[in-house]
């Protein structure tokens, strides 16, 4: 599901806030996906990424994010 609202999410380590996370990544967020099931997203978009949320699981319930430009210039 698609949502266009930010909703806050945590791990066992850190809860992401929009402001937060806008700090983080550097750029405005658009939109969140999230599976069924899960009170993770699986993706963040902004305005200029696409950001992957990836789950690490070991200890203790984390996450990682990986970001990907959303327009990629091509010369």
């Given at each position: ?15 992401y ?8 990544i550097?750029?405005e967020?658009?939109a969140?996906?999230f ?7 699986s ?33």
């Open positions: 599901m698609i949502v266009c609202e930010w909703r806050d999410f945590s791990t066992d380590a850190a809860t806030t929009l402001e937060s996370f806008e700090e983080m550097g750029d967020f658009e969140m996906m599976e069924e099931g899960n009170d993770i997203p993706y963040i978009w902004t305005v200029n990424y696409v950001v992957i949320i990836k789950r690490n699981t070991r200890m203790y319930n984390d996450i990682s994010f990986t970001k990907i430009p959303r327009n990629p210039v091509c010369e």
